[in-house]
C-alpha cells in the first residue's frame, strides 16, 4: 500500500481531496507526493510513523470507536430540549458526552458517510474558541454544527 494511501486509510478519507482537506493543502499536491514521494528527511519520518501506527493497531480507528450511537442521540436529544434546535454545535455535543473531541470528529464523518448525520456550516463570526476548534473541515468549509438521523 503506498504512503498517501496508508495516510488516507489511518485519516479516514476516501479520496484524495478529502487528504488535502485535512492537511490543508490543493489535491494537485497529493497528486504530487502520490507520485514523487514526501522529501527526504520527511519521507522517512511519514514511513516511520506510519510503520509504528500499524504495529500499534491504529489504523482504522473510525470503526473502533469507542463512541456508541444511542449515547450520542441521547445527548442530542438533552441538547435539543434545551435549545430548540435539531442542528447541534459539535463542540456542545462533545461537552455533553464528555469524549475526545478528535474521536467525536472522526465518528461525525463516519455517520454522515453513513448517512446517519448531516453536518451544516453555522456562523463562524458568533462562534468561540471552543465551537471554532470543533468545527470539521470539508473542502475548505467549516461545519459547526450537526443533525443526526435516528
Do not use: P, Y
Not at 22 to 29: E, M, P, T
Amino acid at each position: 500500500m503506498q504512503t498517501i494511501d496508508k495516510l488516507k486509510s489511518i485519516l479516514n478519507c476516501e479520496k484524495d481531496i478529502e487528504l488535502a482537506n485535512i492537511l490543508n493543502v490543493h489535491k494537485s499536491q497529493v497528486s504530487r507526493w502520490r507520485k514523487s514521494g514526501f522529501a527526504g528527511s520527511i519521507d522517512r519520518l511519514v514511513e516511520q510513523l506510519l510503520m509504528r501506527i500499524e504495529l500499534q493497531g491504529i489504523v482504522n480507528h473510525a470503526d473502533k470507536s469507542k463512541i456508541d450511537f444511542k449515547a450520542v442521540l441521547s445527548a442530542r436529544n438533552r441538547i435539543k430540549s434545551r435549545t430548540g434546535f435539531s442542528n447541534v454545535e459539535i463542540s456542545e455535543l462533545r461537552r455533553e458526552l464528555g469524549c475526545d473531541l478528535e474521536e467525536l470528529k472522526n465518528f461525525i464523518l463516519q455517520k454522515s458517510k453513513e448517512g446517519k448525520a448531516v453536518l451544516s456550516f453555522g456562523d463562524m463570526s458568533l462562534s468561540d474558541a471552543e465551537t471554532k476548534e470543533a468545527a470539521i473541515e470539508l473542502r475548505g468549509k467549516s461545519h459547526l454544527l450537526v443533525r443526526f438521523n435516528d
